[in-house]
């Protein structure tokens, strides 16, 4: 579910107003390289400016147009947006600048401020690439590249480098710049010769001139070796060497095989695996790198069982002490990678144990892994994934019900596991019964009931679309977890084995958005945040729109759906498919809390049983001799109170040692 683009639109803004044109300007939005939307952009005199931007992601997608006026400087004065956001709901947004005083609404969210000096807008919902150009046009225009910014923070410009693209009328000279606000990691925007937008790269997404798309190549090289360059910088200044014989003594330890907590311990680690463990404090040996854990917990590091990890989530997973990821969609490629330099030790990031992403290809296919045009081919890509150590295959909507058995066979022949969504026209069971080994997202629980089930209608339900989302917000809160249905499908997960991936947080969400509120997985760590990022962090209009008493109703179900789940034996995997991934695991932990299941089995959930549900447990998941030193020693007992798992002190990964202070402070995080 998760979208790079998602993490970018803070930077975006729009302004419209029908101007006098003096310019057309054409763009082709491109999913993993193929066009699905566009932004047309039209330049008028006197500052004016207008665009029209679309794109179709499986039935989500902004639709909204857009003017404004831009003052001498190019620095916005007038914005107006309207239309649709991502999740289709009301995108409109104004700002204005007059007399130095700036006013801004986007829903109910609305300010006001008295400015002394030129200050750029940064937009609170949809937006779209052109504003990333406007802001940057600014910003080189400025005498320091550097300039406030409304709500609040401020954004500097660096040009990183310059390349050639050929283009349908000749060579086109673009600059690759990069905009840094509170994060030491810069968004990135390309600018031609006349410092128009040319394009960028949002991973999964991207944005060229019209009928360039071959110039994504050569783009998303460059800005992938820039980032990659600042993170092996960041990696090494965050890194303390923890080599030879480290001790950590004093600690109470979470025992994660037994859920018991000891009151004292003192854990030997020799060169990255953990060599001995005592439940009582013992002097350390004078050649040793000794860490105090008095008044601590001392816990194995966590999983995210749900991730699709980029560049921007590495150091947030470090500092939450989150070491180990299961990427459950990305580009293949880029994941081996990842893996690799991870390994070599040139980067920080978690260890990677990546599932092979399948889909047919279709309007509705998503926007990464690889796509099928018949069974033959999928069958294919089930080969090439065992081939190059993936863990897994996740099947998606678009598959069609009779590949699944087919496939599934082909996997557990190769001793991979499969999961993922339920294809459209297919439901849990029929799945389960196919050769599925774990359901992933809630939601897709709730449609194997939806519309009076199977024979009611269930299966002609297009989970293609966002009917996926808004059918269960509608219909979830009339299932009744202890009645016959829910219990025949509890009973066939039983006698299965298969495991359930709830993305529990991110439906939580979906299901009490309350626009103009924080999102439910950030109301913990969003006032941590510079103040600048928190806007992004701020709810608009989403598939629970007129749905409310429904959704919260959905929401109580799912509560009582986990919990008995959870009771029942099958196994809960806690995992984000989010952005801020490192802290709203941590979120996505407290909330499997509330619905009832204790906090010390929360914490094997976390640990120990997502490692066995990988068969990784005989080298990670508990503090145990001859198990890789991947720990975490918290400030407070989480066992008691999870919140606490905000307060991780130090991380050791094999032979590094790391300060989450030390990386909260680089990215303008105020200490928990």
């Given at each position: 579910?998760?979208?790079?683009?998602?993490s970018?639109?803070?930077?975006?803004?729009a302004?419209?107003?029908?101007?006098?044109?003096?310019?057309?300007?054409?763009?082709?939005?491109?999913?993993?390289?193929?066009?699905?939307?566009?932004?047309?952009?039209?330049?008028?005199?006197?500052?004016?400016?207008?665009?029209?931007?679309?794109?179709?992601?499986?039935?989500?997608?902004?639709e909204?147009?857009?003017?404004?006026?831009?003052?001498?400087?190019?620095?916005?004065?007038?914005i107006?947006?309207?239309?649709?956001?991502?999740?289709?709901?009301?995108?409109?947004?104004?700002?204005?600048?007059?007399?130095?005083?700036?006013?801004?609404?986007?829903?109910?969210?609305?300010?006001?401020?008295?400015?002394?000096?030129?200050?750029?807008?940064?937009?609170?919902g949809?937006?779209?690439?052109?504003?990333?150009?406007?802001?940057?046009r600014?910003?080189?225009?400025?005498?320091?590249?550097?300039?406030?910014?409304?709500?609040?923070?401020?954004?500097?410009?660096?040009?990183?480098?310059?390349?050639?693209?050929?283009?349908?009328?000749?060579?086109?000279?673009?600059?690759?710049?990069?905009?840094?606000?509170?994060?030491?990691?810069?968004?990135?925007?390309?600018?031609?010769?006349?410092?128009?937008?040319?394009?960028?790269?949002?991973?999964?997404?991207?944005?060229?001139?019209?009928?360039?798309?071959?110039?994504?190549?050569?783009?998303k090289?460059?800005?992938?070796?820039?980032?990659t360059?600042?993170?092996?910088?960041?990696?090494?200044?965050?890194?303390?060497?923890?080599?030879?014989?480290?001790?950590?003594?004093?600690?109470?330890?979470?025992?994660?095989?037994?859920?018991?907590?000891?009151?004292?311990?003192?854990?030997?680690?020799?060169?990255?695996?953990i060599?001995?463990?005592?439940?009582?404090?013992?002097?350390?040996?004078?050649?040793?790198?000794?860490?105090?854990?008095?008044?601590?917990?001392?816990?194995?590091?966590?999983?995210?069982?749900?991730?699709?990890?980029?560049?921007?989530?590495?150091?947030?997973?470090?500092?939450?002490?989150?070491?180990?990821?299961?990427?459950?969609?990305?580009?293949?490629?880029?994941?081996?990678?990842?893996?690799?330099?991870?390994?070599?030790?040139?980067?920080?990031?978690?260890?990677?144990?990546?599932?092979?992403?399948?889909?047919?290809r279709?309007?509705?296919?998503?926007?990464?892994?690889?796509?099928?045009?018949?069974l033959?081919?999928?069958?294919?890509?089930?080969?090439?994934?065992a081939q190059?150590?993936?863990?897994?295959?996740?099947?998606?909507?678009?598959?069609?019900?009779?590949?699944?058995?087919?496939?599934?066979?082909?996997?557990?022949?190769?001793?991979?596991?499969?999961?993922?969504?339920?294809?459209a026209?297919?439901?849990?069971?029929?799945?389960?019964?196919?050769?599925?080994?774990?359901?992933?997202?809630?939601?897709?629980?709730?449609?194997?009931?939806?519309?009076?089930?199977?024979?009611?209608?269930?299966?002609?339900?297009?989970?293609?679309?966002?009917?996926?989302f808004?059918?269960?917000?509608?219909?979830?809160?009339?299932?009744?977890?202890?009645?016959?249905?829910?219990?025949?499908?509890?009973?066939?997960?039983k006698?299965?084995?298969?495991?359930?991936?709830?993305?529990?947080?991110?439906?939580?969400?979906?299901?009490?958005?309350?626009?103009?509120?924080?999102?439910?997985?950030?109301?913990?760590?969003?006032?941590?945040?510079?103040?600048?990022?928190?806007?992004?962090?701020?709810?608009?209009?989403?598939?629970?729109?007129?749905?409310?008493?429904?959704?919260?109703?959905?929401?109580?179900?799912?509560?009582?759906?986990?919990k008995?789940?959870?009771?029942?034996?099958?196994?809960i995997?806690?995992?984000?498919?989010?952005?801020?991934?490192?802290?709203?695991?941590l979120?996505?932990?407290?909330?499997?809390?509330?619905?009832?299941?204790?906090?010390?089995?929360?914490?094997?959930l976390?640990?120990?049983?997502?490692?066995?549900?990988?068969?990784?447990?005989?080298?990670?998941?508990?503090?145990?001799?001859?198990?890789?030193?991947h720990?975490?020693?918290?400030?407070g007992?989480?066992?008691?109170?999870l919140?606490?798992?905000?307060?991780?002190?130090?991380?050791?990964?094999?032979?590094?040692?790391?300060?989450?202070?030390?990386?909260?402070?680089?990215?303008?995080?105020?200490?928990?």
């Amino acid at each position: 579910m998760r979208h790079r683009f998602s993490s970018v639109l803070v930077l975006f803004t729009a302004v419209f107003a029908a101007p006098a044109l003096a310019e057309t300007r054409a763009y082709d939005w491109l999913t993993i390289g193929e066009k699905s939307g566009e932004l047309i952009v039209e330049e008028g005199e006197a500052g004016a400016l207008s665009y029209r931007f679309s794109f179709n992601d499986r039935g989500r997608g902004p639709e909204i147009e857009a003017t404004y006026r831009l003052d001498a400087a190019g620095v916005p004065t007038s914005i107006e947006i309207t239309g649709k956001n991502y999740r289709k709901g009301d995108a409109a947004e104004t700002f204005t600048l007059e007399d130095g005083v700036a006013k801004w609404k986007s829903g109910p969210t609305e300010g006001e401020s008295r400015i002394e000096e030129p200050a750029l807008y940064r937009i609170i919902g949809a937006g779209s690439p052109e504003h990333t150009a406007i802001l940057a046009r600014a910003l080189l225009a400025d005498a320091d590249g550097r300039m406030p910014t409304l709500p609040a923070g401020e954004l500097s410009i660096a040009a990183v480098e310059t390349a050639e693209f050929k283009g349908p009328g000749g060579p086109v000279t673009a600059t690759l710049y990069g905009l840094t606000a509170a994060s030491p990691y810069p968004d990135y925007i390309w600018l031609d010769q006349d410092r128009k937008l040319f394009g960028a790269d949002f991973g999964w997404f991207a944005i060229a001139p019209a009928g360039m798309a071959d110039a994504m190549t050569i783009m998303k090289a460059r800005q992938d070796a820039a980032r990659t360059a600042r993170i092996e910088e960041l990696s090494a200044s965050f890194a303390e060497d923890a080599g030879g014989l480290v001790v950590i003594r004093g600690a109470k330890l979470f025992d994660s095989l037994t859920g018991e907590t000891h009151a004292q311990s003192t854990v030997f680690v020799q060169d990255g695996v953990i060599s001995a463990v005592y439940d009582k404090t013992l002097k350390a040996p004078d050649d040793a790198k000794v860490i105090d854990g008095r008044g601590k917990t001392l816990l194995p590091a966590l999983w995210d069982m749900h991730a699709h990890i980029g560049a921007d989530d590495y150091f947030s997973y470090i500092a939450a002490g989150v070491l180990n990821v299961r990427d459950m969609a990305n580009d293949p490629d880029y994941l081996i990678r990842l893996r690799a330099d991870t390994a070599a030790g040139k980067i920080a990031a978690p260890d990677v144990w990546p599932m092979g992403f399948i889909d047919k290809r279709s309007p509705f296919a998503a926007p990464t892994g690889m796509l099928a045009d018949d069974l033959d081919e999928a069958l294919q890509f089930v080969e090439w994934y065992a081939q190059r150590g993936f863990r897994g295959v996740k099947l998606y909507s678009s598959i069609e019900p009779e590949w699944v058995a087919p496939i599934a066979e082909a996997a557990h022949a190769r001793g991979l596991m499969v999961l993922g969504h339920i294809p459209a026209g297919m439901v849990a069971e029929e799945a389960i019964r196919a050769g599925y080994d774990e359901i992933t997202h809630i939601n897709m629980l709730f449609l194997n009931f939806a519309a009076g089930g199977i024979e009611g209608g269930a299966k002609k339900i297009d989970t293609r679309t966002p009917q996926r989302f808004i059918v269960p917000i509608r219909e979830g809160g009339e299932l009744d977890p202890e009645g016959a249905e829910f219990t025949a499908l509890l009973e066939l997960m039983k006698e299965r084995g298969v495991a359930h991936d709830p993305t529990y947080t991110i439906f939580q969400d979906m299901f009490l958005n309350e626009p103009g509120e924080y999102l439910t997985n950030a109301v913990r760590f969003a006032d941590n945040l510079p103040e600048a990022a928190r806007t992004g962090l701020i709810a608009g209009e989403s598939f629970n729109k007129g749905l409310e008493a429904e959704g919260r109703a959905t929401s109580d179900a799912a509560k009582a759906i986990v919990k008995k789940l959870h009771e029942e034996g099958v196994r809960i995997l806690p995992g984000t498919d989010s952005s801020y991934a490192g802290f709203v695991l941590l979120r996505d932990l407290e909330l499997l809390a509330d619905a009832g299941i204790p906090s010390n089995e929360v914490l094997q959930l976390a640990t120990i049983e997502s490692a066995r549900h990988l068969n990784l447990d005989q080298s990670l998941g508990s503090v145990t001799p001859g198990k890789k030193a991947h720990l975490i020693l918290v400030d407070g007992d989480p066992t008691t109170d999870l919140q606490d798992l905000l307060k991780v002190e130090r991380v050791m990964k094999d032979t590094s040692l790391y300060r989450p202070a030390d990386i909260h402070a680089a990215f303008g995080i105020e200490p928990f």
